[in-house]
């Protein structure tokens, strides 16, 4: 009794997954074309155990990705505020 209860309950799971595969894909799809945020958490996780270094370039880069531009200095001179607008140049 117990196989058979194994058994149909990897079965069931077995041919649940594409089903489940598929709604992921299609909300990460959604989500792209809306522009919200897609969710990497999953892999994320993976990758600190299996691939910490990996989970740390990506810790970096997500944190590069959001620095704001800096803010103007007093000594930048005339022409940052221009008509209540502050101008911020980036170096090249």
Not at 20 to 31: E, G, K, N, Q, V
Not at 43 to 69: H, K, N, Y
């Amino acid at each position: 009794m117990f196989a058979a209860v194994i058994m149909w309950t990897f079965l069931a799971l077995l041919f649940a997954m594409p089903f489940a595969l598929m709604l992921s894909r299609a909300d990460t799809r959604r989500r792209q074309r809306n522009g919200l945020p897609v969710s990497s958490g999953g892999i994320g996780a993976i990758d600190a155990v299996f691939a910490p270094s990996a989970a740390e370039a990506r810790a970096v880069w997500e944190a590069q990705t959001e620095i704001p531009a800096p803010a103007p200095t007093p000594g930048d001179g005339p022409g940052v505020i221009r008509r209540g607008r502050i101008t911020i140049e980036l170096a090249s």
